[in-house]
């Protein structure tokens, strides 16, 4: 094969950020194939007969060399989530088997595995750092998850396993993103909008214009849906929207959409995995990486929680749907209607409506507030830069010391599009890592770079001639302020391997301590009041509309609290108590948990495992826990700050970043806490702060 080069390929110029206004979906076949080809190579060399077992010639020099291919093939996953076109489709998946077999190949090299072991066992590894060790001793624990020890004729099923779950993965994000694209329901009658704020009807009726259609056009995608089910008064089109979107990518829909078969698959294929390596199931091998020690710890845990919560949940249901017979005339509330007439009992009990909040969130004035708890809590500066971008509505920032010294630099896409994987997420682009001898750089640090992707209203018409801002609503200003705090664990780090950097080695049930600790920061009147401004009169929140707001924050929370159950419990059992061999479903297992924890079960036809991205395509298999185990650890650090009587409490901030931040996965996650908090974590901030207390 003949090399290219960064001059004809600029997928491999890697030199410094990635040049999107020139990577074409034709460039990644043959970058990518050099990548390997490279690192296969560079593992022959470095387990050659003689070849020196140690950090320096060994596992630095194999971090360095791999990480070519982890960044080339991460700008690829990047536009395969954020411009998933059918060309860049294609490119992703013509090599992702490729890529899938090279890691799982590499998991089961017995050289390599050696090689770290020797070094474990060598009088070396008490002479290297804290940090060098633990970066051992993790690579020997995945190298074991990995299949490493496995006997030989068990390796290709192994590598087998682990190149299909890769493919059915990312098949099941396209199928979900298809079949959210498939659906648009069209009104043509104006009566059916009643209800619906009007930035919803007219971005309805652009989206239909776009397609030189009369009428308004509704699609299951965020801004579209949520608003419907929230607001309009037509319980049909309610109805007709929330049976589409609960039944994506399901049997009701084409065949080759349906997400049904890739599940089984998914499950079936994790558990041979598991029991290959020696375990009863996935989720004992996915907990080994973890915080948490043990399937009975985790399901002890939600238990536990689900009890502490379904009385504050039963009390939201009866509450509910009391007022709906009593003020809405629902003798019958069905599934489709719960957005809308918790909308009306929040307006009725609060005096607010979240639309009336909405219009005091500009999208320049929140990224103002948003910059400013950073720069005031963690002592940076953050500043516009410019960057090649993959699309005109995506901006580019960087994050300094006061004296102007480079710390890190981050992307940031709002806006919903057709071609957009939904939700929101953080991912790196580059991480934090001291650069090998030799290099050219002219700073032997590289700094970190992240990607922060949303999913909110792009910015709709215009008004006397002037274009109108994005609005967001308040639940969306949360959104950005998780998603950025995931940012800043990744950006502010102060580790210079690059094995445990910024999320790096970070143990999954942990890694969302940051992001939901940054979620407190929206419900500081002075962060709200420094952050907002009417978008036609200019003026911030009033203190009243906010002190509403903060009275209604626990509106619904404990079957909010339970919903989050519901899922973990779910996801746990699917992957420790479930067979995919036994006759019963995935959708009875479902059944069982709602049974066991909900205080809303919704129609037989709910297809929710169909849409579940989360785990079958995004990580969070046998983890979905994590987030209500690392919401315990993020409340009890924000109550740090509430004991010193000051959100932005400096010495507490500076231990925060100290502590937990900037040293990533540097050692475990619960050592960071101790250090943070002096103790043990306790759940009785969650609680308070959920409202959860004295019923």
Not at 159 to 183: P, V, Y
Not at 382 to 394: C, F, I
Not at 537 to 548: E, V, W
Request: glycine share 6%.
């Amino acid at each position: 094969m003949t090399a290219t080069t960064p001059s004809d390929n600029p997928l491999l110029d890697l030199s410094g950020l990635p040049r999107f206004d020139a990577i074409a979906p034709s460039d990644v076949q043959p970058a990518i194939s050099q990548l390997l080809d490279d690192c296969r190579a560079l593992i022959v060399r470095l387990t050659s007969p003689g070849a020196a077992t140690t950090w320096n010639d060994f596992a630095a020099a194999l971090t360095d060399g791999l990480e070519p291919l982890s960044r080339a093939w991460g700008i690829v996953g990047h536009l395969h989530a954020v411009n998933d076109v059918p060309e860049w489709r294609a490119a992703y998946n013509r090599m992702l088997p490729e890529v899938s077999r090279f890691y799982a190949e590499f998991g089961q090299n017995l050289k390599l595995f050696a090689a770290y072991q020797a070094i474990a066992e060598s009088a070396e590894y008490a002479r290297l750092s804290p940090v060098q060790q633990r970066i051992i001793d993790n690579e020997i624990r995945d190298f074991r998850l990995a299949g490493a020890q496995l006997q030989d004729d068990q390796k290709p099923r192994f590598q087998a396993i682990s190149e299909e779950l890769s493919q059915l993965s990312a098949k099941f994000s396209e199928n979900l993103l298809d079949a959210t694209n498939a659906f648009a329901e069209w009104v043509s009658d104006e009566a059916e909008l009643a209800g619906l704020p009007e930035d919803t009807r007219q971005a309805a009726r652009e989206a239909a214009e776009k397609d030189a259609q009369s009428g308004w056009k509704f699609t299951l995608h965020m801004p579209s849906y949520l608003p419907v089910m929230q607001y309009a008064d037509s319980r049909r089109l309610r109805a007709q929207m929330y049976r589409a979107y609960t039944t994506r990518a399901a049997e009701f829909g084409p065949a080759e959409l349906d997400n049904t078969p890739l599940i089984s698959q998914i499950l079936r294929l994790r558990r041979e995995e598991a029991q290959m390596l020696g375990y009863a199931n996935f989720a004992e091998v996915s907990l080994v990486p973890k915080m948490a020690v043990s399937v009975p710890q985790v399901l002890d845990f939600l238990r536990e929680m689900a009890v502490k919560a379904r009385p504050f949940a039963e009390r939201d249901i009866a509450e509910l749907r009391a007022f709906a017979r009593r003020e809405l005339q629902l003798e019958s509330m069905e599934a489709w209607d719960i957005g809308y007439v918790s909308e009306k009992l929040l307006q009725k009990r609060y005096a607010f409506s979240e639309q009336e909040v909405k219009q005091y969130f500009t999208e320049e004035k929140v990224l103002s507030g948003l910059f400013k708890v950073i720069e005031t809590l963690f002592g940076v500066c953050l500043k516009p830069d410019s960057a090649a971008l993959w699309h005109q509505d995506v901006r580019f920032f960087r994050i300094e010391t006061p004296a102007g010294e480079l710390l890190g630099q981050f992307y940031l896409d709002l806006y919903a599009r057709e071609t957009k994987r939904g939700g929101a997420w953080m991912d790196e682009a580059i991480t934090r890592r001291r650069r090998p001898p030799g290099s050219v750089a002219s700073d032997n640090i590289q700094k970190p770079v992240a990607y922060l992707n949303c999913n909110f209203s792009r910015p709709i018409g215009s008004k006397n001639g002037q274009a109108r801002p994005a609005l967001f609503t308040h639940d969306d200003v949360i959104t950005l302020f998780h998603e950025t705090g995931h940012g800043l664990h990744h950006l502010l780090t102060r580790v210079d391997e690059l094995a445990v950097a910024g999320i790096h080695g970070v143990e999954w049930d942990a890694v969302e301590l940051p992001s939901q600790f940054m979620e407190n920061y929206c419900w500081e009147w002075s962060v709200v009041q420094g952050m907002s401004s009417h978008v036609d009169t200019g003026q911030p929140l009033p203190r009243a509309l906010f002190d509403k707001m903060l009275a209604a924050k626990n509106f619904q929370s404990g079957m909010q609290t339970l919903r989050q159950i519901e899922f973990s419990l779910f996801d746990l059992l699917l992957h420790s108590d479930y067979d995919p061999a036994d006759e019963r479903s995935v959708l009875d297992l479902l059944g069982d948990v709602r049974r066991e924890v909900a205080v809303l079960v919704p129609p037989a036809w709910h297809r929710f495992p169909n849409s579940f991205a989360h785990i079958f395509a995004g990580g969070y298999g046998a983890g979905y826990y994590s987030y209500k185990w690392a919401e315990v650890l993020s409340a009890d650090c924000f109550g740090a700050f509430e004991e010193a009587g000051d959100p932005f409490d400096q010495d507490t901030g500076q231990r925060f970043l100290n502590t937990i931040l900037s040293v990533g996965g540097s050692r475990p996650a619960i050592e960071n806490f101790r250090a943070f908090r002096g103790r043990e974590p306790q759940v009785d901030a969650l609680l308070r702060h959920s409202g959860m207390v004295g019923v």
